[in-house]
């Protein structure tokens, strides 16, 4: 049983297009978080939401635009996508009182904009 | 959420201990080193975290100097599933706090 499932896995789109990805946690975690990797494999947070409130967002395009209907789900939508795009993205979970070292990652989404 | 500084790569035996140094000088009182550690192509992995005492789990040991302005990550017999990027984080336990990834350390295990 997957704690943080993702899907697509792997997505290859044009420059332009909107897509989204999904993200689910069944570890009864408040807060989920996206993080981005890029080539040179820096993993930069992007957004983080607590009981469905957004309460991290980083210096992000706002074609990027997340989106949690519950507390297990954190989806994220990008408009007109750009070759600079293209990396790995993480969606992770936490427990608040857990603190740092409650994360649990998803195994990613490799999206590649051609 | 201090700084840390870990060096780029190193290599490490099969069977043998590796030794994982971080340097996180300006760490303040409420500061948390976590070590996460990522193999190829997966999403990060928590290892093991402390505050100012050393600690031990199944997969790791942590030891923090005394003045916590630097930590060691031991595994005791690395094997080469072992082979990873291993970050050392510093962050405050609280609500809202995000975990920052620096460049970690690639370490590879070699037969």
């Known amino acids: 049983d997957t704690a943080v499932s993702q899907t697509p896995k792997y997505l290859v789109t044009q420059m332009g297009n909107d897509k989204s990805i999904k993200c689910e946690q069944n570890l009864g975690h408040d807060t989920m978080y996206w993080y981005k990797q890029d080539s040179k494999k820096f993993l930069k947070i992007m957004f983080s939401y607590n009981n469905k409130e957004l309460i991290i967002n980083e210096t992000v395009p706002n074609r990027f635009s997340p989106k949690s209907p519950d507390k297990a789900h954190l989806n994220l939508h990008i408009n007109s996508l750009e070759l600079g795009d293209s990396a790995v993205y993480f969606c992770a979970s936490s427990q608040t009182r857990q603190g740092g070292y409650g994360y649990t990652f998803g195994s990613g989404t490799r999206l590649t904009v051609v | 959420d201090a700084k840390t500084t870990q060096p780029t790569s190193m290599d490490c035996a099969e069977g043998r201990a590796a030794n994982l140094p971080c340097n996180h000088s300006?760490?303040?009182?409420?500061?948390?080193v976590y070590w996460y550690r990522q193999i190829h192509s997966q999403g990060p992995q928590y290892i093991i975290h402390?505050?100012?005492n050393n600690e031990t789990n199944e997969m790791a040991s942590l030891i923090i100097t005394e003045d916590r302005k630097s930590s060691t990550l031991i595994l005791p017999h690395a094997t080469l599933r072992d082979t990873a990027v291993y970050y050392c984080i510093a962050s405050i336990k609280a609500a809202g706090n995000k975990l920052t990834f620096g460049g970690g350390t690639r370490v590879l295990v070699k037969p």
């Open positions: 402390g505050l100012k």
């Open positions: 300006t760490i303040s009182g409420n500061e948390y």
